[in-house]
DNA sequence: GCCAACGTTGGC
DNA sequence: GCCAACGTTGGC
């Protein structure tokens, strides 16, 4: 069971938009190390979803759904199905990460622009602790 | 809206 | 194979 950090502009598709489709196609990622991390998800692993830009926020905890397969958009390219799971109660914002001891190794803290990125289960836990107490 | 940081491309 | 130029991301 691992645990990842997926990226998306609240404007161009949300926490709302995953809720509202139950499931969808993270695809579109063209960034080596992003595609390495998608090519490591296995089924039911544990993603955090970031809103960057407007937000900055960690909102939700969704999972995949289906493993690897070629994008449809660019075969050289690959993506996978995620679907969410719940909504944090709380959000966890950028500043709140950058602010923590805790979280100061987090790949979102020190690698800012990577869309997607793994995270570490004591992050993870971190994370909803501080969420939800 | 600006710009720093980073990844990618392409000329040499 | 190096590195400058360029494009993109994303925080501010």
């Given at each position: 069971m691992n645990y990842w950090l997926v990226k998306s502009e609240p404007s161009t598709y949300s926490w709302d938009d995953l809720e509202k489709d139950k499931k969808t196609t993270w695809?579109?990622?063209?960034n080596f190390q992003a595609r390495n991390n998608l090519k490591e998800m296995k089924k039911g692993d544990i993603l955090?979803?970031?809103h960057s830009n407007e937000d900055k926020a960690i909102v939700g905890i969704a999972k995949v759904a289906r493993e690897q397969f070629p994008d449809p958009k660019d075969k050289d390219w690959?993506?996978?199905?995620?679907?969410?799971?719940?909504?944090?109660k709380t959000p966890v914002t950028l500043a709140?990460?950058?602010?923590?001891?805790?979280?100061?190794n987090m790949v979102?803290?020190?690698s800012s622009r990577l869309s997607v990125q793994p995270v570490k289960k004591e992050e993870f836990d971190w994370i909803i602790k501080r969420s939800e107490g």
């Open positions: 695809d579109g990622v063209r955090l979803f970031y690959i993506a996978v199905e995620i679907s969410p799971e719940r909504k944090l709140q990460a950058k602010a923590d001891a805790k979280l100061a979102l803290v020190k």
